[in-house]
């Protein structure tokens, strides 16, 4: 980290300061470090060329994990990977796992705020279901208790665990800001996103890959089944089924996010993929809740000319069928 100083003259001058080892302190306030030092496993780390690199290679050194570090090389092209920590841009990270017969793969994004992960058999592992995942530990394993905030895009998985402990839980607004105002105001146990930003309880108002990984780590080693495949399938059982997926559309021109709104909740089917409509929120873009807890959510997005379409539902049919009538109304 490079800060501006000013010398005795009081001229300008840059000094570096090497905030890593009070970073890797942190680290190891938040995590079990005795459950990760005695864990076996064969990892691989995808930094994804990015300012991940080197961050869980190191924090893991001296432990009984075997670390693998993939594309940790500085690129600022990122070796024409965008890279974003999603099963589109993992089949390097996924052929890895598989090729080296490692019992976990992580990835960080370009800013190392967000994680993505691949399990023993080479399958991608969403945001959805690592977030599930870590508030199931923190509650039941570590005893945590406090609010838990996800935003509209995220599973409800989330929703089920937070009903099932008795916790207060926020939903806002698609991005890790909102989540952010509400851990500097609240006892926030954990917030996160479905693009991957986590953050728990201690740490900054902020996801972190580097975090949310060696948290993640951390889960499959004190399972006693080293196995993220099998918390996965146990996950599912126990407050699943949920299938996600999401699709962009890229968009010829700008879309009146209010006057989009207003269409679509007004002109709300009574039933969507054979369910009744049980509920229609416009908190961000509009969302559709259906009886059996399957949501259809459809939402410009904030950074880019895209209109992105969200569904979470007990079988993948299901989504398939609320994607395909987000996009026939998205385009209408």
């Not at 369910?275 to 969302?287: R, S, W």
């Amino acid at each position: 980290l490079t800060a501006n100083l000013l010398d005795a003259a009081g001229a300008p001058f840059k000094h570096l300061l090497d905030v890593a080892p009070a970073y890797y302190a942190h680290l190891r306030s938040l995590l079990d470090m005795d459950v990760l030092a005695d864990c076996p496993l064969d990892v691989i780390v995808d930094p994804m060329h990015g300012a991940g690199r080197g961050y869980i290679k190191e924090m893991l050194k001296g432990s009984a994990c075997r670390i693998q570090e993939i594309r940790g090389e500085m690129n600022p092209g990122f070796g024409g990977v965008h890279p974003e920590p999603i099963e589109p841009y993992l089949a390097a990270l996924m052929k890895a796992v598989i090729s080296n017969r490692a019992g976990l793969g992580l990835a960080t994004d370009g800013d190392a705020d967000r994680i993505g992960a691949v399990d023993e058999r080479g399958q991608f592992v969403d945001p959805h279901r690592i977030f599930a995942l870590s508030l199931r530990y923190l509650v039941e394993q570590r005893g945590w208790r406090g609010a838990v905030v996800k935003t509209v895009s995220t599973t409800r998985m989330v929703d089920r665990l937070a009903a099932r402990y008795h916790l207060p839980l926020y939903e806002t607004p698609v991005g890790f800001n909102h989540i952010a105002d509400l851990m500097l105001q609240d006892d926030v146990l954990i917030g996160g996103e479905e693009s991957g930003g986590i953050s728990i309880r201690g740490h900054i108002p902020e996801g972190d890959g580097i975090l949310s990984g060696l948290l993640l780590l951390e889960i499959v080693a004190r399972s006693g089944t080293s196995s993220l495949h099998t918390l996965i399938e146990d996950l599912l059982r126990d407050v699943g089924p949920a299938h996600y997926a999401r699709r962009d559309l890229r968009l010829m021109r700008p879309v009146a996010k209010a006057e989009m709104v207003k269409r679509l909740a007004e002109g709300a089917p009574a039933r969507l993929a054979g369910q009744a409509i049980v509920e229609v929120q416009p908190m961000d873009g509009v969302k559709y809740l259906l009886a059996d807890d399957a949501w259809l959510l459809i939402r410009p997005s904030g950074t880019e000319p895209v209109l992105r379409v969200y569904a979470e539902a007990p079988e993948p049919a299901e989504v398939e069928a609320l994607l395909q009538y987000g996009e026939q109304v998205a385009a209408a």
